[in-house]
């Protein structure tokens, strides 16, 4: 159980179009979901906390005016990366927390992440 | 502030044998929880192992353990009878309760393990 899948895996796309990435949880109500951002060889850095059904909570310094989040129901999530520029290539990882009645430890189950390529 | 610190960015370990990956952390808080999560080349974030501040008993999974230290704040993490599918990127991981005000959870840099053949 506690499954989240993403889409896509991967995707290109030029410079000043936007792209959508999507992130579901499968089999348990997220009410909480976590996007983050990796770089190579570096840590996990939080972008946003979004909670279903409320405008998402950015972390400082992430221009919520680019990356566009909604939480629309209790398994969906998306990221919107708007006119997307190369250096917003990256990793882009999701991850959901289960909602009461269930709060195992606050364990998060993440994505398997989509890779980002801006030509 | 809490903080995550790692102070082994790589480490390596001989196929069988035994590695302790340290993490320590900052927080003034008494109750929260704390993660080790293996993120292998698919770069899949996989939970390793978890331990809540108000149990002293340190978690075990299989051939994972923790050595946590409350009072020096220290997470270690223990490796045993390594296995080459064990090589991949470990972040420790702390976490406060949603009551505290704190939902985030803090990662620390990571430590980039390899076990040899």
């Given at each position: 159980g506690a499954v989240v899948s993403q889409h896509p895996s991967w995707v290109i796309c030029k410079s000043g179009t936007s792209v959508k990435i999507e992130c579901r949880s499968l089999d348990f109500q997220a009410t909480t979901m976590f996007w983050y951002r990796q770089f190579p060889k570096q840590s996990?850095?939080?972008m946003a906390t979004s909670n279903e059904g409320s405008k998402a909570t950015y972390e400082q310094g992430v221009e919520k005016d680019k990356f566009l989040i909604n939480h629309a129901s209790l398994t969906l999530s998306t990221l919107t990366v708007t006119s997307a520029h190369p250096e917003d290539s990256s990793f882009y990882i999701c991850s959901a927390?289960?909602?009461?009645?269930?709060q195992t430890s606050y364990e998060q189950y993440f994505g398997p992440g989509t890779r980002l390529t801006v030509t | 502030a809490q903080t995550v610190t790692q102070s082994q960015p790589e480490?390596?370990?001989?196929?069988?044998?035994?590695?302790?990956?340290?993490c320590t952390y900052?927080?003034?808080e008494s109750n929260y929880y704390?993660?080790?999560?293996?993120?292998?080349?698919?770069?899949?974030?996989i939970l390793v192992i978890r331990q809540e501040a108000y149990k002293q008993q340190n978690a075990t999974e299989n051939r994972f353990s923790v050595n946590f230290q409350k009072a020096a704040k220290s997470f270690s993490l223990k490796i045993s009878d390594s296995q080459l599918g064990d090589t991949a990127m470990?972040?420790?991981a702390f976490i406060l309760p949603p009551y505290t005000?704190?939902?985030?959870?803090?990662?620390?840099?990571?430590?980039?393990?390899?076990?040899?053949?």
């Open positions: 996990l850095m939080l927390r289960q909602g009461p009645p269930v | 480490m390596s370990v001989q196929e069988a044998e035994t590695v302790t990956l340290s900052d927080t003034s704390l993660f080790w999560y293996k993120q292998p080349p698919s770069r899949q974030m470990y972040f420790c005000g704190g939902f985030k959870t803090i990662f620390g840099a990571g430590t980039r393990l390899f076990v040899k053949a």
